[in-house]
């Protein structure tokens, strides 16, 4: 394998971020581009990335499955700079990576064995589909964190609202049919984790909008997508016992 991305911060900021919720992952690479499929240790939530085939400038693979620590790869991609080019190369059980600007740097990571099998993607059905800011979903998703572990997304066919509530203390946002686009023909309602909202909201930066799809007491898919990736969470909904 041997690929080459002529502007690596992007790819550098979706490792970060995946590295939020996971240390370690099976990166597969083929003619078609990169893909991570991960999910996090409390079997909580799952990640999915791709980096498709025009966002390299050099792409010679026929397929490969490299497990790498993402602590490590991170540390190393974060010595990328406005203007570097990386590439990336496996040699022997070794990943070679060159970064290049006004100086060349070289690193060697040693790959890991992962034997555990890749859960495919569930095939989730939604009721509730929501596009909105970027921006402003990161914003609400830091309100509600001031008051509360958890918050809800509640929406009906005009309005898309974000609360949480604390013991005494909470915060709600609202959105009209006219300032977002809401596609729920009955109501929604379900409750998911902050703790791991704010770990996925840092993907804000990548896209202007962000795609939510939910239903009643149901997973949440978080959609974050460009021409040149696509960077999506699934997060399980947190269920009230009596």
């Known amino acids: 394998m041997l690929l080459k991305i002529d502007n690596p911060r992007l790819f550098s900021e979706i490792i970060g971020i995946i590295s939020e919720l996971v240390s370690e992952v099976k990166i597969k690479v083929n003619k078609e581009g990169m893909s991570i499929i ?7 939530a799952m990640i999915i990335f791709k980096l498709p085939a025009p966002a390299f400038s050099k792409l010679e693979v026929e397929e490969e499955n490299i497990g790498v620590n993402l602590e490590s790869l991170k540390a190393v991609l974060k010595r990328c700079s406005f203007g570097s080019s990386l590439v990336m190369r496996t040699e022997d059980n070794l990943l070679k990576i060159e970064i290049s600007d006004r100086i060349k740097r070289e690193f060697t990571l040693a790959l890991i064995d ?12 939604f009721s509730t589909k929501i ?3 970027s921006l402003d979903l990161l914003e609400a998703i830091e309100d509600c964190s001031i008051v509360a572990d958890a918050c809800t997304f509640e929406a009906s066919p005009e309005r898309f609202s974000i609360y949480a509530r604390g013991s005494l203390n909470s915060a709600n946002l609202s959105y009209s049919s006219d300032e977002v686009y809401i596609e729920s023909p009955n109501q929604s309602k379900s409750k998911y984790s902050l703790e791991y909202l704010m770990k996925m909201i840092k993907a804000s930066k990548l896209a202007e909008k962000a795609i939510i799809n939910f239903s009643t007491d149901y997973p949440l898919k978080l959609d974050f997508k460009t021409p040149l990736m696509e960077l999506s969470f699934i997060l399980a909904p947190r269920v009230e016992t009596e």
């Open 131 to 133: 596009e909105i800011s």
């Open 38 to 44: 991960a999910i996090d240790p409390a079997n909580v």
């Open 114 to 125: 992962l034997e555990r099998k890749e859960k495919p993607v569930p095939l989730l059905e």
